[in-house]
């Protein structure tokens, strides 16, 4: 049996797709690297390959759910909504967090940044809106990976939510990828985004949608 051998590539591209696959990369990179596959088949064809190869590494790890954990963090963020709140939402209770695997993965590129000692994702079932998370010491670094910007006249806006406390809100999002200094978080505090007024939520109490969630977990 022969194979139509694949035209030459440079070697760096060849070792950024094997990098990509195993998930190594730090936020800024891996952006580039899937905003790249989406343009360039040759590139995308390499990250195939790799994919392939490694595949057999993943027949160790079953795949497992997540626990939903949205019902408790509405009920911090808006511990007491009135009617039309509760109406307003609960059409966001299939919001969920990425599974277990896809934590692994933000591991290994969180090993690469300095010192990091907490990860999270904040996804949402129902959107493509992903957001990445890394601390170091008291520095949060939260990148969009995917899914669309907030709509003219509304702004995304960070929480941090200790367990059995308020949420405290880490201020508005402004860029795709923002550096933030945090107070002392644990695993298992959430970071949870809404959709607010343009500005920021008023009185410092979330009033919109959760639009992405997820719990802090060690690496």
Do not use: C
């Not at 070792?15 to 343009?39: I, P, Q, T």
């Not at 190869?53 to 795949?63: C, F, P, Q, T, V």
């Not at 998370?133 to 939260?142: E, H, M």
């Amino acid at each position: 049996m022969t194979s139509t051998p694949h035209p030459a590539m440079p070697e760096d591209d060849d070792f950024l797709a094997a990098e990509y696959v195993l998930g190594v990369h730090d936020l800024a990179e891996r952006s580039a690297a899937e905003d790249r596959l989406k343009r360039d088949p040759s590139f995308a064809a390499l990250v195939n390959a790799w994919q392939n190869r490694l595949s057999d590494l993943n027949d160790d790890y079953a795949e497992a759910p997540a626990p939903n954990l949205l019902p408790q963090i509405e009920a911090r963020l808006f511990p007491q909504p009135a009617p039309a709140q509760r109406r307003w939402f609960g059409g966001l209770m299939a919001l969920a967090f990425s599974t277990i695997a896809g934590l692994g993965l933000i591991a290994f590129f969180a090993l690469q940044t300095p010192d990091p000692s907490l990860i999270a994702s904040l996804t949402a079932e129902s959107s493509a809106l992903r957001y990445d998370a890394s601390i170091a010491g008291n520095q949060l670094t939260l990148t969009r990976i995917s899914g669309e910007t907030a709509a003219s006249g509304k702004d995304y806006e960070l929480w941090i939510i200790e367990p059995d406390k308020a949420p405290v809100s880490l201020g508005v999002l402004t860029a795709d990828s923002v550096t933030i200094t945090v107070p002392a978080a644990k695993p298992g505090y959430v970071l949870a985004i809404t959709l607010e007024p343009k500005g920021g939520a008023p009185g410092g109490k979330a009033t919109g949608p959760i639009v992405a969630a997820g719990p802090l977990q060690d690496i």
